[in-house]
């Protein structure tokens, strides 16, 4: 487990973009219970932090796609961090919506992309990977190529990761649901009891039982 992955849990931590409720439970859209709940556009309200992830994220995208024509956002989370890439690493920028409008241009990729450019998708969290992996269908549809995606936070679901893998996609996070367990543990925010719960509920979030 690298520094920076520690180093953002703690961040997100203390900033309350991510809650661990072992004993109360949250309830995600989706209906699944869950112990763990996790808002990154919360980093976007502390300037500090933002910059953080503006940079760490610019610089995967730099190290690993140099050849990156444009950044792409996965509409509605990401938008303002891809964007914050974007401007940072002097890229074009576009996002992507979850389907098409119903009106208008019935524009599901919002921006100026163009078949044959080379985009990095910039996605805030990987839950299931489903709604990440239909923006990069949408892209690829368009006739673009994607390189990676990059998001500040992963729950690492084995179902994600085979979504991703079966995808061909590349997923690089800044932190993820390992590191933040860790620092949860190590600074008091949830006792050692709370970890095998938490590890029960990854392994199967659909039919955890609270």
């Not at 503006?54 to 792409?72: G, M």
């Not at 620092?183 to 050692?192: D, E, F």
Request: charged content about 20%.
């Amino acid at each position: 487990m690298s520094t920076l992955e520690k180093i953002f849990a703690g961040k997100l931590l203390d900033v309350k973009a991510i809650k661990l409720q072992p004993e109360q439970p949250f309830t995600w859209a989706s209906g699944w219970k869950s112990p763990f709940y996790c808002d990154n556009r919360k980093t976007l309200a502390y300037p500090a932090l933002r910059t953080f992830v503006k940079l760490e994220l610019s610089r995967i995208v730099a190290e690993r796609y140099p050849e990156a024509d444009a950044i792409a956002g996965v509409a509605t989370g990401a938008i303002a961090q891809g964007a914050l890439v974007a401007d940072e690493l002097g890229l074009p920028f576009a996002y992507v919506r979850p389907k098409p409008k119903d009106h208008g241009m019935g524009n599901q990729i919002e921006g100026d992309l163009t078949a044959g450019q080379k985009v990095v998708v910039v996605e805030d969290l990987i839950s299931t990977g489903g709604s990440s992996l239909k923006a990069v269908a949408a892209l690829r549809a368009h006739g673009v190529e994607v390189l990676g995606m990059v998001a500040s936070y992963t729950y690492g679901f084995p179902v994600a990761e085979d979504a991703f893998r079966e995808a061909g996609v590349e997923l690089t996070t800044l932190t993820n649901y390992e590191a933040v367990v860790e620092v949860a543990l190590s600074t008091g925010y949830i006792r050692p009891e709370h970890v095998e719960l938490l590890h029960e509920w990854r392994r199967d979030p659909a039919h955890w039982n609270a």
